[in-house]
């Protein structure tokens, strides 16, 4: 998966990106569902040792809770490939992303968000792959002819949870990595911010 190739360095050098931090999220708070409470009580009680069961068990339930609060407005796609360049290195699967197009069988543009799940640590490599992805989605969306300006990230091992943005600027790509790290022990504040990325594209 040629997107997990990616570093901070290799990013910098061959894609033109620039990589700032900033506090770029409202301290916003959304009430989760009983549903979802219900969920994660029962996740958390599971030996979660590995991506794809943090996937299953903790990520996958926060994003249904925020797409049933907005109504089912965008759509999810889990594990599917994104391959937009690969001279560039820039195809490979992406744990999920998010749509404004709703369509049940395939990734139609605009995407504006993409969240990568990890196992152990947020490192800076997984914050390269994460980033890789975004660029990936970002030059979609200009493939499909339906752009949009700025594209969202985070990288999560569902206990935790870093998010980002992606701008074009100059001819670069201009990642805020978002300050604040976000915790399953506040889930409220995590469907917080997703409701403030969902209300961006409104």
């Keep these: 998966m040629p997107y997990s190739k990616f570093t901070i360095a290799k990013l910098e050098k061959e894609l033109s990106v620039k990589i700032t931090r900033d506090d770029f999220f409202k301290n916003k708070k959304v009430n989760q569902t009983d549903w979802l409470k219900q969920a994660l009580k029962l996740s958390q009680s599971l030996s979660l040792n590995s991506e794809k069961a943090k996937s299953e068990f903790l990520i996958t339930p926060i994003l249904i809770d925020i797409r049933n609060i907005n109504k089912n407005s965008f759509d999810i796609f889990s594990g599917e490939n994104l391959d937009v360049d690969i001279d560039r290195d820039l195809n490979g699967e992406c744990d999920f992303i998010l749509t404004k197009s709703q369509s049940a069988l395939t990734i139609h543009s605009p995407i504006f968000g993409l969240v990568e799940a990890k196992k152990a640590d947020i490192t800076s490599n997984s914050i390269a ?33 870093q998010f980002m943005k992606l701008e074009y600027l100059n001819e670069k790509y201009i990642i805020t990595i978002e300050n604040r790290k976000y915790y399953i022990d506040n889930t409220d504040s995590i469907l917080g911010v997703l409701q403030q990325v969902i209300d961006f594209y409104k």
């Design 129 to 161: 792959q994460c980033i890789a992805q975004m660029i990936g989605a970002y030059i979609f969306n200009e493939q499909e002819e339906n752009s949009i300006k700025t594209i969202f990230g985070c990288v999560t091992t569902g206990e935790i949870w």
